[in-house]
């Protein structure tokens, strides 16, 4: 079998990708730092059905995004040359999107901390027992972590903070972890940005429930109301506050004043005798009662019909025969 050329590689990757952008319209752009071929071969075998990992030079890329924009008049694909810095690959997906940046995050694997790795969290080392034999403590002498010899093994006392995230792994620190066992670092493709039919968004907005849509749109709505009142401009949100306000600034001036109309003269007549509006509390109050004591009636009137009923029905004996 003859081997392809690089030119050749070249053209089949241009046009594998030309395909994908044709036939997709979601794309994940996610980085591969520290991520190995037989992971990488993992998620493509979790997302093979309606998603296709890309990975590739960046240079290649961009440059077939732009071609193919020129070729196809598809702009909005430009959207994406911005993200393509840094080790990235491209996951070009149909299916939902959420569902699918939550299959990749499952793929994730445990790593040692090597010597200058910029460490990705904090590394604590916890106390207990280490199973280390007392010759061994100059690491934990030159790392300052307080020690005991307790039945011939070396204990650690106190949880210690190894290394900060963002700091450099070092010789020591690396040491240490790895006659302790511990790998605190784990490793998958990690979700940047997220494009979708030429729009470009965080992977955040991926987790916005409709609840969360619901209280921000609200909140959206509450700001332009207050806006809008402050400023006296009309809005369909604000015009009701707007109404209500000069209702209640006319009635205001109508009481202040002579000047008076229809529906300020009820609240005039309270103004001038209180009793008034305590008979109509009251009036109310007995409305409700009595809607609830002629509901009753209605229940009693309709008991005694039939027991009449019965009475004719039986011609004056009851149900046993008794005179």
Same mark, same amino acid.
């Given at each position: 079998?003859? &081997?392809?050329? *690089?030119?050749?590689? *070249?053209?089949?990757?241009?046009?594998?990708?030309?395909?994908?952008?044709?036939?997709?319209?979601?794309?994940?752009? $996610?980085?591969?730092?520290?991520?190995?071929?037989?992971? /990488?071969?993992?998620?493509?075998?979790? /997302?093979?059905?309606?998603?296709?990992?890309?990975?590739? *030079?960046?240079?290649?890329?961009?440059?077939?995004?732009?071609?193919?924009?020129?070729?196809?008049?598809?702009?909005?694909?430009?959207?994406?040359?911005?993200?393509?810095?840094?080790?990235?690959?491209?996951?070009?997906? &149909?299916?939902?999107?959420?569902?699918?940046?939550?299959?990749?995050?499952?793929? &994730?694997?445990?790593?040692?901390?090597?010597?200058?790795?910029?460490?990705?969290?904090?590394?604590?080392?916890?106390?207990?027992?280490?199973?280390?034999?007392?010759?061994?403590?100059?690491?934990?002498?030159?790392?300052?972590?307080?020690?005991?010899?307790?039945?011939?093994? $070396?204990?650690?006392?106190?949880?210690?903070?190894?290394?900060?995230?963002?700091?450099?792994?070092?010789?020591?620190?690396?040491?240490?972890?790895?006659?302790?066992?511990?790998?605190?670092?784990?490793?998958?493709?990690?979700?940047?940005?997220?494009?979708?039919?030429?729009?470009?968004?965080?992977?955040? $907005?991926?987790?916005?429930?409709?609840?969360?849509?619901?209280?921000?749109?609200?909140?959206?709505?509450?700001?332009?109301?207050?806006?809008?009142?402050?400023?006296?401009?009309?809005?369909?949100?604000?015009?009701?506050?707007?109404?209500i306000n000069a209702y209640k600034n006319a009635l205001a001036i109508s009481i202040a004043t002579e000047y008076t109309f229809p529906q300020a003269e009820k609240v005039k007549e309270y103004l001038k005798d209180p009793s008034k509006f305590a008979v109509a509390v009251a009036a109310v109050s007995a409305d409700a009662g009595g809607g609830a004591s002629g509901g009753a009636a209605k229940v009693e009137e309709k008991k005694e019909v039939v027991e009449e009923s019965d009475e004719e029905d039986y011609g004056g004996f009851d149900m046993f025969g008794d005179e």
């Amino acid at each position: 079998m003859v &081997k392809a050329t *690089k030119a050749e590689k *070249k053209i089949a990757y241009d046009a594998k990708l030309c395909q994908l952008i044709d036939e997709f319209t979601q794309i994940l752009v $996610v980085a591969a730092d520290n991520v190995g071929s037989t992971q /990488l071969q993992n998620i493509r075998k979790g /997302l093979r059905g309606d998603s296709v990992v890309l990975m590739g *030079k960046n240079t290649m890329m961009k440059r077939s995004v732009k071609i193919h924009a020129e070729n196809t008049g598809n702009t909005g694909i430009l959207n994406l040359m911005p993200l393509l810095q840094g080790n990235v690959g491209l996951i070009f997906t &149909k299916g939902d999107l959420k569902e699918v940046s939550e299959e990749v995050a499952k793929y &994730k694997v445990g790593a040692p901390a090597r010597v200058g790795l910029v460490a990705p969290i904090d590394v604590v080392v916890q106390p207990g027992n280490t199973g280390l034999d007392p010759s061994q403590t100059s690491f934990f002498q030159v790392l300052n972590i307080p020690t005991k010899i307790n039945k011939g093994t $070396v204990e650690i006392i106190t949880p210690v903070e190894l290394i900060k995230q963002g700091d450099k792994v070092g010789s020591s620190e690396a040491a240490l972890l790895a006659k302790l066992g511990i790998r605190p670092f784990s490793y998958g493709l990690v979700v940047q940005s997220v494009y979708d039919n030429g729009s470009v968004f965080s992977p955040e $907005v991926l987790d916005l429930t409709e609840d969360d849509l619901v209280q921000k749109f609200a909140a959206g709505i509450s700001m332009v109301t207050s806006l809008a009142l402050a400023i006296s401009y009309p809005t369909l949100a604000a015009a009701p506050h707007m109404f209500i306000n000069a209702y209640k600034n006319a009635l205001a001036i109508s009481i202040a004043t002579e000047y008076t109309f229809p529906q300020a003269e009820k609240v005039k007549e309270y103004l001038k005798d209180p009793s008034k509006f305590a008979v109509a509390v009251a009036a109310v109050s007995a409305d409700a009662g009595g809607g609830a004591s002629g509901g009753a009636a209605k229940v009693e009137e309709k008991k005694e019909v039939v027991e009449e009923s019965d009475e004719e029905d039986y011609g004056g004996f009851d149900m046993f025969g008794d005179e």
